[in-house]
């Protein structure tokens, strides 16, 4: 069920801050927590900055702003719980290396996990 809201303003009012009834801003924030949504979207939608948006998400992950129940059927997933298999061997080497299908990068020995992350984030941003 999708929901509107709108506000209207007499003009008025311009220039002080607008008061957002905690439902209101519990329904904007579940808005906004949707996959595929932006912060930037829904706050555009409502004539808020998107700061204005991050602090009220902020408030719902401390428990200070109560969101509604979401509105879609909730949706499990099967999860089958087997036996751990036996590990491969490991091969130590000095140099770590990251494997991509028939490619490998060697990286130089005593890398940093820093630069190791960094390398792995860089690689996955060619292949999207």
Known sequence: METT???????RDAGR??????????????????PGVTVNEVAGRYGLKPN???????????G??????????????????AAAEEPEAAVETERPEILIGRMTIRLEAGVSAKRIAAVAHALGKLSS
Do not use: Q, Y
């Open 64 to 81: 200070k702003l109560v969101l509604p129940a979401p509105e879609d059927d909730v949706e499990f997933a099967a999860m089958i719980v």
């Open 52 to 62: 204005h948006l991050s602090a009220w998400r902020t408030l719902a992950r401390r």
């Open 17 to 34: 801050p607008r008061r957002w009834p905690d439902d209101v801003k519990a329904r904007i924030v579940a808005e906004s927590l949707r």
């Open 5 to 11: 809201i709108e506000f209207l303003t007499n003009g």
